[in-house]
């Protein structure tokens, strides 16, 4: 699967689930770094939106492709990342023939206790 060249900058790996379903690894660098100790809010934002386009061209590819565009998108930040690897992974809420609606969601040690979420809305182009 082809991901966005920021998904290279942040040092993100895709790695899938028992159930074959996508995640994005990220790990904790000098490029991610934001205050001391702590993952910088537009590398987590990052993360999450490669998750959210690995998840969508997953699920695209199964039914014969397409190109995406980002419509919008917004992020809730829900506590600090700290300096350890950072996982997300997209989940989607709706895929329909022009549009696509997917959360994405990023944590570190629990799935349970994310570090941010977000939701986003893609342009569909099917081939």
């Known amino acids: 699967m082809k991901l966005p060249p920021y998904a290279a900058l942040l040092g993100a790996q895709l ?14 660098g000098e ?30 590819a199964e039914e014969g492709g397409g190109r995406i565009k980002p419509i919008n998108a917004t992020v809730d930040f829900m506590r600090g990342g700290r300096d350890r690897d950072t996982l997300a992974a997209g989940i989607i809420t709706r895929l329909g023939n022009r ?25 569909i182009e099917r081939d």
Do not use: C, K
């Open 15 to 28: 790695e899938f689930a028992g159930d074959g379903t996508p995640i994005m690894r990220m790990p904790f």
């Open 31 to 60: 490029d991610v770094l934001g205050r001391p100790g702590f993952l910088q809010g537009g590398a987590i934002s990052g993360l999450l939106e490669v998750a959210a386009i690995a998840a969508l061209r997953h699920a695209l």
């Open 99 to 123: 549009v696509a609606n997917v959360e994405a969601v990023a944590w570190q040690d629990d799935r349970a206790r994310p570090i941010a979420a977000a939701r986003m809305n893609y342009l």
